[in-house]
């Protein structure tokens, strides 16, 4: 039964979960949530950590181990330097630090340009402030790439903040580092800040490098960064993530971190000690499984004939449903409901540019070769009945 037409954003997503769940053999290849396990060590230090010092409360910003553990690698692999004590506060996940860096920065009635499709929190996180998204939009057929150009002309005299997401969630687009420099400068010029979300640097392709904006001379001072261990490390539910900048920003963080939640779990904190400073060989071994998975998806993307904008990061695919006539939500639906192959549709990002569907390659290979069968056996019988 077709449901779906009317709701979008998180509600959209939410209902097709549930609707795959009454399917024992369902195959996800929607949500954005690793099959793998998290790694022993971590978890072994989590458990260390409950019986041993699991029933205190933190300081709001973190433990400072954590802290100066998180330093050490925005140094290493972001290039960004920053004060333990005073510039990094340890949150609830990348969701909660990318909602307290935008109730940190954006007052009602403010602007913050950004590339479209995104990640539909930003704009959650916006409406809850009273800001304005101003959306720059993205397109397959140049690998959804936003260019400082569109940016400028996005500028007005509400702008407060640019938000870059790179590798960006759903479109798995990348910022060149000549871009990231580009736009550091379009910032600097007019006194804006940066909002930049890391949370899949460690997850790109093809020799494509990934830079920081932060990390760019005249960037630190401007740029509030965002990460997480979720996707990086297989902890989704752990609840980790962190948000280092300059100072005067990061106390106003702070503030909103104690007067919010306060601190984030104990036992998560010394769990991610071991993930950032323990071995990091099942991270990449992670990271090669991914290389491969994404050969098949596009392979088998090709088959089906469908375009998309080539993934040089992420863990997902955005690939153009135009052809079909559908909308991507009747779609996603029609999938799910043939095949029972959930995909997430474009409409759950952004309504405007919604003739997408997003498929991740988090499963392992045998299930998404399976999942991708299914689906093209769907993808089949739509255009057949197409050009019938
Ligand atoms: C771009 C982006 N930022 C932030 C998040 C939230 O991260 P977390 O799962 O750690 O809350 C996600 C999750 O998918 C994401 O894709």
């Known amino acids: 039964m077709a449901t779906n037409n009317r ?177 550091v400068r379009l910032a600097a010029d007019h006194d804006l800040l940066i909002l930049a979300d890391d949370i899949y640097d460690l997850f790109v392709y093809d020799d494509f490098e990934h830079c920081s904006p932060a990390s760019l001379p005249g960037g630190k001072e401007r740029t509030l960064t965002v990460n997480a261990l979720s996707k990086a490390y297989a902890m989704t539910g752990w609840r980790l993530g962190w948000i280092v900048g300059p100072e005067d920003l990061m106390a106003h963080v702070k503030q909103l971190k104690a007067a919010i939640t306060g601190g984030t779990s104990i036992i998560s904190q010394y769990a991610a000690v071991a993930a950032l400073e323990g071995p990091q060989e099942p991270m990449l071994a992670m990271r090669e499984a991914y290389v491969r998975r994404r050969r098949i998806v596009l392979d088998a993307l090709d088959e089906m004939g469908m375009r998309y904008g080539l993934p040089k990061g992420g863990q997902f695919v955005y690939a153009d449903i135009t052809p079909t006539g559908y909308s991507s939500a009747e779609l996603a639906e029609k999938i799910l409901q043939e095949q029972h192959v959930l995909v997430y549709p474009g409409s759950a990002f952004s309504e405007a540019r919604e003739q997408y569907l997003r498929m991740t390659f988090l499963q392992p290979e045998e299930k998404l070769r399976e999942g991708l069968q299914r689906m093209k056996l769907a993808m089949k019988s739509i255009m057949g009945s197409l050009t019938r």
């Open 7 to 183: 709701k979008h954003g998180t509600a959209l997503l939410y209902d097709l979960i549930s609707q795959a769940r009454s399917f024992p053999d369902a195959i996800v290849l929607g949500r954005g949530d690793p099959d793998f396990d998290t790694p022993p060590h971590i978890i072994d230090a989590a458990e260390m950590a409950m019986r041993e010092r699991g029933n205190h409360y933190t300081p709001p910003e973190g433990i400072l181990s954590l802290r100066q553990v998180i330093a050490r690698r925005v140094k290493e692999v972001n290039g960004i330097e920053v004060d333990a004590a005073t510039e990094v506060v340890v949150t609830n996940g990348g969701q909660e630090a990318l909602f307290l860096m935008v109730l940190a920065t954006i007052a009602s009635g403010e602007e913050m340009i950004v590339p479209e499709p995104n990640y539909n929190t930003y704009n959650d996180a916006l409406t809850f402030v009273g800001g304005i998204q101003v959306p720059v939009p993205t397109y397959a057929r140049n690998d959804f790439r936003v260019t400082p150009e569109q940016v400028r002309e996005a500028i007005s005299e509400r702008t407060r903040a640019v938000l870059l997401v790179s590798p960006n969630n759903p479109t798995a687009g990348v910022i060149p580092p000549a871009d990231v420099h580009a736009f």
